[in-house]
């Protein structure tokens, strides 16, 4: 069955059974998350509808996070505060943007937030042994 | 006069943190300090954007929470920070 899937680091939206192994765009390696129908078209600025559960989320950035460097943190309280306020935010604003982060109502600038966003960039996480996103949904293994 | 604002939001672990240490602050410091929620409060949200200017090149260029501002000095902190770093900000 066709998914959506969504690049977190250049925001490429792959349609398909699998996702790309290496995105066509950023080149970068395992770098696709599936995403809700609804997430894709808000994406590619088309109304969304379909809407993605707090589990289906919570399965997908396991998997993707399974074939990464990093994992999702083992801290199941700070998990569940950052999932509340995604779902808040996807409810609200129509995508699930980071809940420790404000969006300032440039699109293109609050595509970045989207989680997951890509925090291979952060200074939390770049080159830092127990590096974590900024929000510290995940965090690099050791 | 010297506001000191803290832009915070409900959902976030780093802000939750922070909070005891801003209690322990005003208790033994004698400040006070406005605390802003901003994913829930547009107000506030609209507030913390006025002073995008100010704050994002203190924060990797971004809003982030939770953010200190210093509304007479401009001094921002950006995320957790030590008890003592927050007295030092304060204090100024």
């Not at chain 2, 954007?49 to 939770?66: D, N, V």
Request: hydrophobic fraction near 35%; glycine fraction near 6%; charge should be neutral.
């Amino acid at each position: 069955m066709k998914k959506f899937w969504r690049c977190f680091v250049c925001n490429d939206i792959h349609y398909g059974v699998k996702p790309p192994e290496l995105c066509p765009t950023c080149r970068v390696l395992n770098a696709y998350v599936e995403i809700s129908a609804g997430e894709a078209r808000r994406m590619m600025g088309l109304p969304a509808e379909g809407g993605f559960s707090r589990e289906k989320f919570g399965e997908a950035i396991e998997a993707f996070a399974a074939q990464n460097e990093f994992r999702v943190n083992p801290d199941s309280e700070r998990v569940n505060t950052l999932l509340d306020g995604l779902a808040a935010n996807e409810e609200k604003h129509g995508l699930r943007y980071c809940p420790c982060r404000l969006i300032s109502k440039d699109f293109a600038e609050d595509s970045k937030l989207v989680c997951p966003c890509n925090f291979l960039v952060h200074e939390t996480y770049k080159g830092v042994e127990q590096g974590e996103c900024w929000c510290g949904l995940f965090v690099r293994r050791t | 006069m010297k506001k000191l604002i803290l832009f915070h939001a409900r959902e976030c672990p780093h802000c939750r943190k922070m909070m005891p240490l801003v209690d322990r602050l005003e208790k033994e410091e004698g400040v006070v300090m406005e605390r802003l929620e901003v994913w829930h409060d547009e107000k506030n949200a609209d507030l913390m954007r006025s002073y995008k200017p100010i704050l994002a090149p203190k924060c990797e260029g971004q809003l982030r929470t939770p953010t200190f501002f210093n509304t007479e000095t401009n001094d921002v902190l950006c995320g957790e920070v030590p008890y003592e770093t927050l007295k030092d900000w304060a204090k100024k």
